[in-house]
């Protein structure tokens, strides 16, 4: 780490960091790597929570009875997930005396991180990533992958999950 | 946190559940509607039978 | 006016663009199909005039009975008429359609899922139409209706009766074993909740019926769709071919498509691409079917003791049936009574010039637009999602419905499956 810090203070360091985060082990991964820079270059840290839409989808499935049940219930259980998200989180950088702040869009995880990147003033995002090979890389929708390719102006860096 | 962020929160939050409140039995307006639709060419069907036979058998076969 | 207007969603425009892609898709596939048709039907006309020719002179010769004469006389007429329409002669051929519409079973069903997929998957489908092809989907419900005119009271007890008791076994016995198991192997509650009613009846409907009442996770919820989505596509296309392979009879079909493949619509479109007779056994045996969903949820409550269910006790067992029943299977009947009562004003689907006779011609046009929607919202990535547990027991539970399924139709044989329609 201390290697490293010193080759991107030899070059520039990023002056905003956006951080995407869903709780996941490969997230919290990268939670490390990114308030190790913040700390590092005494810049802000944006924390980004999508809530995945992804289930809601279903909701008119063809015979589906009990729609509006069935979407309270994915509606809570996101707002539970992104509870104990922002909770940890947020407790995580107070005691470390870091400034943040926390955001929360809702939808598909690829065009939302997408549209905060646009709408902000960022120029590093940092996401944690499984680590993919043979068939789990075939099986992964990888989103890490999906957003290099899309986010054409903004330095991106993937932390890895720990090899199990 | 800013109270920014926490009031933008808020208001996409309720948004979320609006959505979610509109789509109230939706499965029961689907259904209603397909009994409508089905009544509907029943009656079409008893007005005129050639007329929707012809239409539906060779006007829309358009080759 | 507050009726009709809690009738139509309030954002309804979104829909259009979608609902007319589906339509465009749908005209398209329909008009291609129905050229491959007759392309079929002149080939088979071509192939087939010498033959019946010979047949009536060597008849004739014999002095066989004229009843079979004028019979055969009847179909060398229809050939002739098969072969004008195309502009054919006895000789030319036309075999590549008998080869797509005949041996490859490519008729618009199998055109509209493969071609929506294809189409979904690798081009993709722009954002502003996904709403309206999610509102193509359930335009199934008024051709199943329509449907209604195919039957009569006689088939609903003896198809419908048959069909009720096979499916409610094993609705019932999947989602028994799979919640047995699964409680015995400590997997979470929510999870076999969702997983014992997803693979016993209707899929993902049941997993959106079912989950609020067992708080499965999200992680879960998405494992159970995704591996519900993969088997039933699968199931879809390979069944048709199996069942060929197999020499299942059509009605045999139908009644082992409605064991084995949970989703309405798919479970329309392999009996639909069977032919008609698997349809009409397969819709009758659904419509029995789909009224279990309510009994299912409380099964799953009773099963799991759930302490939240006591709220939905103070509901009663009649509203939670009531609040769970698909109303529109009503319609359904209400034309099944119709063509019972064998009202001289309405005809049959064979009575040429009647209205039950042109509401047949309609029917096939809203499954088109449905089929249309479900192979456009056939996307690889959600059924990828498919993993963990929620794998292994989908697939094994698929498996054995599949083979069970088709012992228990062969045992049943034909004929107890066969719609007759009436009149």
């Known amino acids: 780490m201390t290697e490293l810090r010193g080759y991107i203070e030899a070059v520039n360091h990023p002056s905003s960091i956006l951080f995407a985060t869903d709780g996941k082990p490969h997230s919290l991964r990268a939670e490390e790597w990114a308030i190790e820079m913040v700390r590092s270059f005494n810049i802000p840290l944006t924390v980004l929570h999508v809530k995945d839409a992804y289930l809601k989808q279903f909701y008119n499935e063809i015979y589906a009875q009990g729609r509006k049940e069935y979407l309270e219930h994915v509606d809570k259980e996101l707002m539970e997930a992104e509870e104990a998200i922002r909770s940890d989180i947020v407790q995580r950088l107070s005691h470390l005396g870091l400034s943040y702040s926390f955001r929360v869009r809702y939808g598909d995880p690829l065009d939302e991180i997408i549209a905060e990147i646009s709408g902000g003033d960022y120029d590093l995002l940092v996401l944690g990533g499984k680590r993919l090979s043979g068939m789990r890389a075939f099986r992964s929708w990888n989103l890490p992958a999906r957003l290099s390719a899309r986010l054409g102006t903004v330095s991106i860096m993937i932390v890895r999950e720990e090899d199990s | ?63 | 006016m507050s009726l009709i207007r809690s009738m139509v969603a309030d954002d309804w425009q979104k829909y259009i663009p979608g609902l007319l892609l589906c339509m465009l898709f749908a005209f398209v596939v329909m008009n291609i199909h129905h050229v491959l048709a007759k392309y079929q039907k002149a080939d088979e006309a071509s192939f087939e005039i010498p033959r019946v020719e010979e047949k009536i002179a060597e008849l004739s010769a014999a002095g066989s009975d004229p009843a079979e004469i004028a019979a055969l006389q009847a179909r060398l007429e229809k050939y002739r008429k098969d072969l004008a329409k195309m502009g054919g002669k006895v000789g030319d051929r036309w075999e590549w359609a008998t080869l797509l519409y005949q041996d490859l079973q490519f008729k618009y069903v199998a055109m509209l899922l493969i071609g929506g997929i294809i189409i979904r998957n690798t081009i993709g489908v722009a954002k502003i139409f996904l709403p309206g092809i999610g509102i193509a989907r359930p335009l199934i419900k008024p051709g199943i209706i329509i449907l209604g005119v195919h039957y009569i009271w006689s088939d609903v007890a003896k198809v419908g009766g048959a069909g009720l008791l096979l499916t409610a076994v094993f609705i019932f016995g999947t989602a028994l074993s799979v919640m047995y198991l699964c409680k015995k192997f400590n997997v979470p509650d929510g999870l076999g909740g969702i997983m014992g009613a997803g693979t016993g009846v209707c899929g993902v409907s049941a997993i959106i019926a079912t989950s609020p009442v067992v708080k499965a996770k999200p992680r879960d919820m998405a494992y159970a769709i995704g591996t519900i989505l993969l088997f039933g596509t699968l199931m879809l296309f390979v069944m048709p071919y199996l069942g060929q392979m197999l020499d299942v009879s059509q009605s045999q079909f139908g009644a082992w498509a409605a064991l084995a493949i949970l989703n309405t619509a798919q479970l329309i479109a392999a009996a639909e691409w069977y032919g008609e007779d698997a349809r009409n056994t397969a819709v009758l045996i659904n419509a029995a079917r789909i009224m279990l969903i309510p009994f299912i949820v409380m099964y799953t409550v009773w099963f799991y003791d759930l302490k939240e269910s006591v709220a939905h006790e103070h509901h009663g067992l009649w509203n939670t049936i009531k609040s769970k029943f698909p109303v529109f299977i009503l319609g359904f009947f209400i034309l099944v009574l119709l063509n019972s009562l064998n009202l001289p004003f309405l005809g049959g689907p064979k009575e040429a010039h009647t209205p039950f006779w042109a509401m047949n011609a309609v029917y096939k046009w809203f499954f088109a637009l449905g089929f249309a929607g479900i192979g456009l919202s056939i996307s690889i990535d959600d059924m990828k999602k498919a993993g963990g547990v929620a794998f292994l027991v989908g697939s094994g539970a698929a498996a054995t419905k599949m083979v069970l399924g088709l012992i228990a139709v062969i045992l049943i044989g034909t004929e107890l499956l066969m719609v007759t329609g009436g009149h």
């Open chain 2, 1 to 63: 946190m800013t109270e920014q962020d926490i009031k933008k929160n808020e208001s996409t939050e309720k948004v979320l559940q609006d959505t979610s409140k509109r789509v109230l039995s939706s499965e029961k307006r689907e259904d209603i509607w397909a009994i409508i639709i089905s009544g509907v060419i029943l009656l079409l069907c008893s007005i005129n039978p050639d007329a929707i036979y012809t239409f539906f058998k060779k006007t829309l076969f358009i080759f």
